[in-house]
């Protein structure tokens, strides 16, 4: 291994996704610091230098054979193994996903307050980085930006597919309120979905904020990050590779923003977790935090397939998601097209999808004897869940019928049964918790209210692992808005 022997950055931010595109933008704001920000995958600048399959909101590259992903197994539940698919890319898995922008709840931040112990992460607390994060095309007044650099904006009612159309008819017929704007509600309803798109591009938060990066911003592209290199605690650099050849780059302050995957990972790897695991793995174990890894959660879907009508089927391009319905914990999302035709490979059945958001079952991953990576998602494990996905199937059903009764779908498979749920369960992708917040008492905690890792000095994390509830939402608006509030947190001072 060939040690770098260059000064160090004020700060190495692992990970150019979504948080950390936004991290290192802003941080490199003060002129007076250096930053450096690793990314395993490609760098693009201008929005057009980037691949056309990334920059196109109606398809998504995030089969797992795409050159711009990175793929873990999990087992969602016991006898069903998934794929989970992240992005290997300067904007992350933002930079392949759906282009769902909707923010979470202020019911959820009022729950991260009290388990982080500070009102840091109130919703009062956090609305202005959402604010800051977007430039709504729809909206104004208070709880809306119109200046940042995400551009956010709803399908237009005309512009809506048959089904999107019809399906939020009939829930309005069914009684659910029709949502002006799921931005800013508290409750149930139907409603359009916001969209980080802009003229038809997927904008992911490299797009948005790393376009134009100052002399003290430096883009390590195509570097993967093995390890952080701890002395007796405190954080003096990076372990990364670029090619064959492996070193260390050297800092003052290491913030991981490599995701809810990616970040446990480095630190189980680094030295960092519960202990007896760590060193089952044949790493020298650098400080005992048991909760690394130890209970995440995720969004269970079930597939609700349908058969169109020869009226019903989508004539034109669109998102994978226009127009979506709450109640209570379950998000109803009516897709556009069947998957095959957004993302190569996938099922060619249309379907709704049918998403728990605030599921009681945890998760776990930690390293093998080998040093391999396990993921379990424990799906269903809580019963509370299981009749949650029975009710929304049972919803669904309804939802269908409307939509029968209008022409658009001939027939549908909605059965209200734990053998349907088990039969077509999957993975909303949207892991949460592998790193929670929470105070130096609770031996689960992993960083505290301000983002840095307890225990060692040097080292913050700033994504959704550290969010230690499931977000109401699906969680892209709320990762950036995370990005621009540690961003804050970790200027003054910027060594924790």
Known sequence: MNRHAG????????????????????????PARSVTLIEAGASYLEKWDWPSS???????????????????????????????????????????????????LPSDFAE????????????????????????????????????????????????????????????IERGFADVADLNDSTGDGVGLVP???????????????????????TVLAGAAAHRVVFDRGTVIGVEIAAG????????????????????????????VGPADDIRRAGIPVVCDRPGVGASFADHPETAVPYRYTATGAPQLDAVAVQVALHHGALEIRAYTHPLSHLIPGAGAEPYLGVALMRPESR???????????????????????????????????????GLKERGVIEEHRAVGDDGFVAA???????????????????????????CWVHGVSGLGIADLSIVPVPLSRGPHATAIMLAERAAVLFATPIRG
């Open 112 to 171: 991260l307050s009290r388990i982080a112990g500070s009102p840091l992460w109130s919703y009062d607390s956090v609305l202005p980085y959402f604010r800051a994060s977007e430039s709504d095309r729809d909206f104004d007044g208070p709880v809306h930006g119109g200046g940042g650099p995400m551009p956010v904006q709803r399908t237009r009612p005309a512009d809506l597919t048959r089904v999107s159309s019809e399906f939020r008819a009939v829930a």
């Open 424 to 450: 077509h369960l999957g993975t909303a992708q949207h892991l949460t918790g592998t790193c929670s917040m929470g105070p130096a008492s609770d031996p689960n905690a992993v960083v505290d209210e301000r």
């Open 195 to 217: 969209l980080n798109v802009d003229d038809g591009v997927r904008v992911n938060a490299a797009m948005a904020y790393l376009r134009r990066r100052p002399s003290n911003l």
């Open 7 to 30: 000064s160090a950055a004020d700060v190495v931010v692992v990970g150019g996704g979504s948080c950390g595109s936004v991290l290192a933008a802003r941080l490199a704001q003060d």
């Open 363 to 401: 998760g776990r991953m930690w390293l093998d004897e080998r040093g391999g990576l396990r993921i379990e998602h424990r799906y269903l494990t809580e019963g509370s869940d299981r009749s949650g996905l029975r009710d929304g199937m049972r919803l669904a059903a309804d939802l269908l019928d």
């Open 244 to 271: 064959v050849a492996t070193r260390v780059l050297p800092a003052q302050t290491v913030v991981l923003a490599a995701g809810a995957i990616g970040s446990a990972e480095l630190l189980l790897r680094s030295g």
């Open 54 to 104: 990334i920059r196109d909101a109606y398809r998504m590259p995030a089969d797992p054979g795409s050159r711009w992903v990175q793929t873990f197994a999990t087992e969602l539940s016991p006898g069903r193994s998934a794929a989970l698919v992240r992005g290997r890319v300067v904007g992350g898995s933002g930079a392949i996903n759906g282009c769902y922008f909707v923010r979470a």
